[in-house]
């Protein structure tokens, strides 16, 4: 729990059995046990943005949704007068919005919130970048889980929470599963909880993820998604997110005119790589992604990008049509190194 409140910038931590679904539940029945907890204020601009709608409507709430649009940058100048004709006493969203690798200015949040609803509890899903990526200052309220970016086992949902704000939770009663104030800072585990992924958690927390080498990391996590953005540039694939917002980890991107995700999933997978795309969401818009969560050097990617050139000028140069990658593999192996 110690190592945790280091990288959720000293908020109390409870840990729970369970993945991001549970954690983001729990935060649901925090918001909703705070005084004013109908008066929220959701963001949204993707999948999970849209999620925590459900997590928020699921608890009994129905908060003011400010919607950007799939892929859109919030407008801060609507998020103002937002919060400015309909003061929030809590605002939701994610510090990474993983269907599209768009990372979300929470400082820019964070500071219009100071000056115009200072009231106002911030809860953030960092489910994506927590371990790689401190909280943003200002949090009052977080989720995270003992896998992704922690590079541990999944299995445990973590939830950060203020001490200022656990002391407002009203005294009514929590259903035990989703019982913030019994697991917060608690010495033992109210519930079970895999020993495994704790340990792996622990382990990690000591060495891949400790908080004194966050800064290394991210640094080598910022070149590497910088590399692999111009490298799609490069091949005609488009990261989605414009460069000033994008994840230094996770890029989502448009794949080759006449294949379908599946088709170019199985096709890199020819290749040696697992990319990430069976999610319907990204089916649905043709989109696949990278993410490079762990370590992971240039020249372990490069063969992925040339063997995609190669596969790209050949079938240019043959004028052939996208191959059938679904139970053909002379087609897959003919584009092959």
Known sequence: QNLLEAWMGGLGVALFPGGGTHANDVVAQCLAHLPQAKSGLVLCNGEFGRRLLAHAHGAGLNPRVLDFGWGQAWDLKRIQEEIQSHPPAWVWTVHCESSTSMLQPIADLQSLLKKHAPQALLAVDAISTLGALPLPPGVGLASAVSGKAFLGLAGIAIVGLASSWHARLAATPWPPAADLPQH?????????????????????????????????????????????????????????????????????????????????????????????????????????????????????????????????????????????????????SRFSE
């Open 184 to 332: 917060w800072r608690s010495p033992h585990p109210p519930h079970t909880l895999g020993s495994l992924p704790l340990a792996a958690l622990h382990q990690s927390l000591l060495g891949a993820c400790s908080f004194a080498r966050r800064k290394v990391r991210q640094q080598q996590d910022r070149s590497l998604g910088q590399w692999i953005r111009s490298q799609l540039r490069r091949l005609g694939a488009c990261p989605l997110v414009e460069e000033s917002h994008a994840s230094p980890f996770m890029t989502t991107f448009d794949v080759p005119s006449g294949l379908t995700t599946l088709e170019f999933l199985q096709l890199c997978r020819s290749w040696g790589y697992q990319l990430a795309g069976q999610s319907s969401y990204l089916k649905s818009r043709r989109l696949a992604q990278i993410a490079t969560y762990g370590h992971f050097q240039t020249s372990e990617l490069e063969p992925l990008f040339r063997r995609w050139a190669s596969w790209r000028h050949h079938s240019q140069a043959l004028h052939h049509s996208p191959p059938q990658i679904l139970g053909e593999k002379t087609a897959i």
